[in-house]
């Protein structure tokens, strides 16, 4: 967190808050348990907010591996079809303007909006 006077103050969460497999869409799922205090996520960022702070989150840009599998939302597109193996579990998106790829985020930034 940055707290020296002059500075915006931050809370920035880079990895730990998701689970190891995402839902149905290939979407990334935040692991409720690492939020037990503030029941999820959004309720931590809007207690954040309440504080005058904000809020970052890194989501590495691709689905689980495990989910290469499934249908990205309103597609036909698969996660693996977009993506290599990465780290961690994970697979990253790499070609950037192929379809699927916007379309993953999009519906990545719908799920975690409406929680």
């Given at each position: 967190?940055?707290?020296?006077?002059?500075?915006?103050?931050?809370?920035?969460?880079?990895?730990?808050?998701?689970?190891?497999?995402?839902?149905?869409?290939?979407?990334?799922?935040?692991?409720?348990?690492?939020?037990?205090?503030?029941?999820?996520?959004?309720?931590?960022?809007?207690?954040?907010?309440?504080?005058?702070?904000?809020?970052?989150?890194?989501?590495?840009?691709?689905?689980?591996?495990?989910?290469?599998?499934?249908t990205i939302e309103?597609?036909?597109?698969?996660?693996?079809?977009?993506?290599?193996?990465?780290?961690?579990?994970?697979?990253?998106?790499?070609?950037?303007?192929?379809?699927?790829?916007?379309?993953?985020?999009?519906?990545?930034?719908?799920?975690?909006?409406?929680?």
């Open positions: 967190m940055v707290t020296q006077p002059g500075h915006d103050y931050v809370c920035s969460i880079d990895s730990g808050w998701s689970t190891t497999g995402g839902d149905q869409n290939g979407r990334i799922v935040e692991n409720t348990t690492v939020f037990s205090a503030h029941g999820s996520l959004k309720r931590f960022g809007d207690h954040l907010h309440s504080q005058g702070l904000k809020l970052g989150v890194y989501p590495l840009p691709g689905a689980v591996t495990s989910d290469g599998d499934k309103n597609t036909q597109i698969q996660p693996k079809d977009v993506s290599q193996p990465g780290y961690f579990a994970r697979t990253t998106f790499f070609l950037w303007g192929k379809d699927g790829v916007q379309q993953w985020h999009d519906s990545e930034i719908r799920y975690l909006e409406a929680q």
